[in-house]
């Protein structure tokens, strides 16, 4: 049986790992030629690097927060309170992760853009040249959107977890005079810890490395680690330095997804 287990082991190599081993290898390859560590210090040297890990790291961390936050309250909604369409709304979060990250900043960016919705009616009924909607093109405009768009990522394992909480044990926080704040701060938060965990990992990660939310809001001076990898190939053709980036990203995010599944199997999900 371990012989059958060969041929699609090699192409998984073959697809993965070897355009990996390719991108790490060019990482010490400067380009006047040979092997050494000068393309890590002069990326790591640099303040464009220095700013983009700073941002990369405060925009994550600030978009799995609000995710967390925003998640929870949601889920909790939609599976504890009763209303007509909950069903459908549920459905409807399967279907919202399906969707490019652009597409949700690109409607963002019909509503609250310099010529969007939002700053058209203020213009129309203040007669202003200009409406105050600016912010999409600001850090702030970044986060809004990845936590819109990454919000649905948390919701989905905590409504999967609310699915097979044992109802008796709210009826019976009720009946013994528990507040609504308490059942959820005593009952239902401990239950929902191991998918808090794991939808907050994930968005985390994916945090990390997105590129198209970045991209499409067109944000002044917010560059992120992906990004950098993007300017450093694509804009200067330093693919040495673009390769550095790379690596770092991958090791973080490799790094995170192993505190992940240690702290996952502590917890017991």
Known sequence: MSLWAVPPVAALAL????????????????????????????VFASESFRSALTTTVWLALGSTTGCLVLGFVLALVIAFVPFPGARAVARFIDVFLSFPSFLITLALLF??????????????????????????????????????????????????????????????????????????????????????????????????????????????????????????????????AACVVAVVNIVISVGLYGLYRVVSRRAGA
């Open 15 to 42: 697809a993965f790992l070897y355009p990996l081993a390719l991108v790490v290898q060019q990482s010490f390859t400067p380009d006047e030629g040979g092997t050494s560590l000068a393309p890590y210090t002069e």
């Open 111 to 240: 509503v609250y853009g310099t010529v969007g919705m939002a700053n058209g009616v203020w213009t129309g009924v203040t007669g202003a040249s200009d409406g105050p909607f600016h912010f999409l093109t600001t850090p702030w405009g970044v986060l809004l959107a990845e936590i819109t768009y990454f919000t649905p990522f948390v919701m989905r394992p905590l409504l999967a977890a609310f699915s097979q909480l044992d109802t008796a044990q709210l009826e019976v926080a009720s009946s013994l005079g528990a507040r609504p704040a308490r059942i959820v701060r005593r009952v239902i938060l401990p239950e929902a810890l191991p998918a808090l965990a794991a939808g907050g990992s994930l968005v985390l990660v994916m945090c990390l490395n997105e590129f198209g939310i970045v991209l499409f809001t067109g944000a002044k001076g917010v560059t992120t680690l992906p990004m950098l990898v993007y300017s450093k190939a694509i804009l200067e053709s330093d693919y040495p």
